[in-house]
């Protein structure tokens, strides 16, 4: 009976030692979500052509060539080595591209290019640098926040 009441006893003032604590509860952190995007295209010979995604919150962006190829198709055509201008931004009223972050790129499957943008209108700008004899036709994959 001693032993049940000493049990209780201590209980009590573990339970009771817990209601007096000053600590603030945690609030829980709104999860950050990553949006992956995969866009395709094509590009003449001395052409540029851009490609547009929506951002949905301010935040950060990588950007990887995944693929460029000649002529039919990234899956048809062989692939090409030359480097091609690929660039990351904001899509402007006027449909043209502001962008963030370029450079001139192979194709790897490794990010490339990392940006901040901005909530709104993203867009890719691929452009040839004089390398291309034939329209190309590349694969990119941009994934933001």
Sequence with gaps: MRLTAAIAAILCAVAV??????SSP???????VTNTEVL???????????????????????LTLLALASG??????????????VAIGTLNSDSTCTPVAQAALTSQ???????ALVMGNGCVQVTD?????TTATFTV?????
Excluded at 26 to 32: C, E, F, N
Excluded at 40 to 57: D, L, M
Excluded at 129 to 133: H, I, Q, R, V, W
Excluded at 141 to 145: D, G, Q
């Design 141 to 145: 994959r941009v994934v933001h926040t």
């Design 129 to 133: 640098l004089g390398n291309l004899t």
């Design 40 to 62: 395709s295209g094509s590009v003449a010979p001395g052409g540029t052509t851009i490609v547009t995604f929506v951002v949905s919150a301010n935040g950060t962006a990588s």
């Design 72 to 85: 039919g198709g990234p899956l048809f055509a062989p692939a090409l080595t030359t480097p091609i201008n």
């Design 109 to 115: 499957l490794t990010p490339q290019l990392n940006a």
């Design 26 to 32: 945690t609030i829980p952190s709104t999860p950050t």
């Design 17 to 22: 030692s817990a209601c007096g604590s000053s």
